[in-house]
T-cell receptor, first 111, second 111 residues
């Protein structure tokens, strides 16, 4: 599975949109992009995933570039409770083999 | 509600002692995983299992052992051979194209 690159930290004002980037330049055509977040001392929580189309759910939106080499997770109205580490990973659908969580992006939402 | 249960939440180990961390899931998921997380770091894969009675080493398997006698259970033993076991341990499971479901973690400390 392809590796990902994320900035180590970002700040966002409460109520504003948080846009978290992820680079996955070696992604293959059958690899999905997944986003998780981890609030301190808890297990990571699934947010959203997609293959090539943009996706939206009640938590966030996922924008994947046309060449699929990068993506952006958008939290439309960040709250203080969104402060967490956000992980972007890629994996092949139905592949139960190992895949990698990097160090993620620490999002700090400030009042 | 279905989910993953890890126990105990906190565990203290003496030098040279083996300890076993419990992970149980009632999601009917096929694959299960153990990750280790050190402070300020991402998740590193210890072991994973795709089916009952089968498991594979991850990136940092030395000093750990697992078993998968039942689909629902994937216990991790931290042996005395693991020289630096103090960490946060996360268990996860997955089915098909869906993302991981994580447990709430076990924090192991050597005293």
């Amino acid at each position: 599975d392809a590796k990902t690159t994320q900035p180590p930290s970002m700040d966002c004002a409460e109520g504003r949109a948080a846009n978290l980037p992820c680079n996955h330049s070696t992604i293959s055509g059958n690899e999905y992009v997944y986003w998780y977040r981890q609030i301190h001392s808890q297990g990571p929580q699934y947010i959203i995933h997609g293959l090539k189309n943009n996706e939206t759910n009640e938590m966030a939106s996922l924008i994947i570039t046309e060449d699929r080499k990068s993506s952006t997770l958008i939290l439309p109205h960040a709250t203080l409770r969104d402060t967490a580490v956000y992980y972007c990973i890629v994996r092949v659908s139905g592949n139960f083999n190992k895949f990698y969580f990097g160090s993620g992006t620490k999002l700090n939402v400030k009042p | 509600d279905g989910g993953i249960t890890q126990s105990p939440k906190y565990l203290f180990r003496k030098e040279g002692q083996n300890v076993t961390l419990s992970c149980e899931q009632n999601l009917n998921h096929d694959a299960m995983y153990w990750y280790r997380q050190d402070p300020g770091q991402g998740l590193r894969l210890i072991y994973y299992s795709q089916i009952v009675n089968d498991f594979q080493k991850g990136d940092i398997a030395e000093g750990y052992s697992v078993s998968r006698e039942k689909k629902e259970s994937f216990p991790l033993t931290v042996t005395s051979a693991q020289k630096n076991p103090t960490a946060f341990y996360l268990c996860a499971s997955i089915k098909g194209n869906y993302g991981y479901t994580f447990g709430s973690g076990t924090r192991l400390t050597v005293v």
